[in-house]
């Protein structure tokens, strides 16, 4: 069955960084555009990034442009998303899935930026 698995979530203080990782399987991962999603406490799930099938960036939401980079790897089966300057108001369960969504959601990684 399909597997998304989020990691590498955690606390850290405005201005650090944090990589997050997710494992997919149970589906043709190099055949879908993928996407890293969050969910902020009291918010809706909101789209941060999303990379192509063949590995290119193509959006990212204007509150992290600049500071967060999508990456991929398709023999791996995983994305990544890297997070530079991060700000309290990026506090959110941050999840992936396919593009447009898909799938059912994971468990999702915790991200706290806090002083």
């Known amino acids: 069955q399909v597997q998304l698995v989020e990691s590498g979530g955690g606390l850290v203080q405005p201005g650090g960084s944090l990589r997050l990782s997710c494992a997919a399987s149970g589906f043709t991962f190099s055949i879908y555009d993928m996407s890293w999603y969050r969910q902020a406490p009291g918010k809706e799930r909101e789209l941060v990034a999303t990379i192509t099938s063949d590995g290119r960036p193509i959006k990212y939401a204007t509150s992290v442009n600049g500071r967060f980079t999508i990456s991929r790897d398709n023999v791996k089966n995983t994305v990544s998303l890297q997070m530079n300057s991060l700000r309290p108001e990026d506090t959110a369960v941050y999840y992936c899935?396919?593009?447009?969504?898909?799938w059912g959601w994971g468990q999702g990684t915790q991200v706290t930026v806090s002083s």
């Open positions: 899935n396919t593009s447009p969504s898909k």
